[in-house]
């Protein structure tokens, strides 16, 4: 009975999980794909439906499920919007299938690239992109999975007549590009529509929201008092007042220069609009804090000005009062600004110019393997973790497949494509936090480890196994096979990049006591889309032996996520990629 259940529920499985609405994010106005409505005439090539599954594979044909929600397209006529807009901000979903290409046709004819184009080793003119500029990095995923494309674009620059702007463009969280200027371009101040096209295979697109920029300024601030206390930069409480007053703007210039402060304001906002407002702040300091009626909107920790943070309040029309509390960082110069948008509305800023001083430059530092690979040690904080990770080995390959092992659990902690390792908060000045971040296109795979011994295939994973690391061995290619003991067994961990992925090797030595498994991935759903090879949620596929068994079971009190588990025995393989 319990094989029977099994079976059935990987029948159930081969569908990934059905689209229920949209889910678009937040401050953005959704494209409605309850059916074609939303666009003028249409071709045969485009449909409306409920959700759609694509194999990796390029000889399995893409399946549909009737509803709403998704909008598919396949070679043929461009698909305009009834919505027209001039500068914009976009957000959506896509999904491609093997060797797919088309273009998103953004106001004034610029066309944003989406193509295929996972294994290309160098960018170029075929990877997803924006034509007319090469992408700083391919950070597309593999066909079959949904990948987000957000961007910022000015459909005319008034400082530049006959041209457009592309002032941000991320690809699956990746920033691939940054403030570029076509001069040639048709710009224009007339609202225009979007286009979506298909020149090879299968689109699909869904969770489409938009935002029509424009310069007004439906919130500003008014009737500002100042209290600087002149206790410790680190000190929790302020009582040595030091000077108070009015000001007109807000600034931290009110300080007169003072090393050490903490700066309370006090005022109101006007909205004329009512909403919900997004504010960032921009500070240099330990601490930023954003209180409107009452309720914290915002709470920052310790800050540089190259960095921001941000808070969303939804206001009603008329007067809120506010208060902002900043405290500076004695060795830096100090800086203050707060930054507001709202839907429909190109963020401004509430400060003073004068407030947030030019930051000295902080460099970016990465590794690049160029012949070998490169290994690196340090902490590593996934989100959503409290702590760091302690003991950790980062490898970057040249083929551009990178990953994490947390030494401690036996555990791959994270997977990427693309470039290497941003290293600048381990060597920048006094190299805190000590953290590297990927520089490419991240997948988190699990915090647990890899491998461990079961009673039974029904027994709970746990969080870190019983497992001894013994060090590595530096393999031909330059690669470290990572070793383990467990049980009275010694495993050996070795993960290698191939042209499309990475494989990953176990080999066992001894005989341990009991039944070893590994755990190859775990998510809310893994679906089976073809034998031997499983996706898992919406980030990545594993591929095992066809002839292997391998056991997808519920995980947790409450069953909802589900995990991938291998036997393990003998030298035991299998692949991922994204």
Sequence with gaps: MRQ????????????PVAVFGQAVKGNYSPLPLKDLSAFESSGANWSVQGNIAISPSAAAKARTQSGEGVLIGTAGTALKTK??????????????????????????GQKVLIA???????????????????????ASKAPGLWQTLELAYDASVPSLPGSARLNALTLNDVVVLETVYLPNAAATKESQPLSFEVTKGT?????????????????SISNLTYKVYSDKWDSKTYEKLDHEGKSAVLTQEVTNGMREFHLVYEGEMEVTEPGEYRFTSIYSGPVFTLDVDGKSVMSGGESTSQESHAGSANLTQGKHTFKIYYSRFPWRQPALGLRVEKSGVRPYDLHTLSSLPEPEPKPYMSVIPETRPEMIRSFIQLEGEKYKRTHCISVGSADGWNYTIDLNRGALLQAWRGDFANVTEMWYERGEPQLLFPAGLNVHVSGRSSLAMLDNSNAAWPDSSNINFLGYHIQAGGYPAFRYA???ATVSDLLVPGASGLTRTFQVEGAPQGALYALLGSGKDIVEVEKGLFQIDNRYFVQVDKKVKTLVRPAGSDNVNKELLLPVSGTTTYSMFW
């Excluded at 160098?122 to 391919?138: C, K, L």
């Excluded at 969770?207 to 310069?215: A, D, F, I």
């Design 4 to 15: 029977l259940f099994q079976k059935v529920s990987i029948l159930l499985l081969t569908w």
């Design 83 to 108: 919505m027209k807009a001039a500068d914009l901000r976009l957000s959506l979903e896509f999904m491609l299938s093997p060797g797919a290409e088309g273009h998103i046709v953004l106001p004034g």
């Design 116 to 138: 295929d184009s996972r294994n290309q080793k160098q960018v170029g003119a075929n990877t997803s992109g924006y034509i007319g500029q090469f992408p700083s990095q391919n």
């Design 203 to 219: 689109i699909a697109f869904r969770n489409v929201g938009y935002q029509l920029l424009e310069s007004r300024k439906p919130l």
């Design 486 to 488: 467990i049980s009275n």
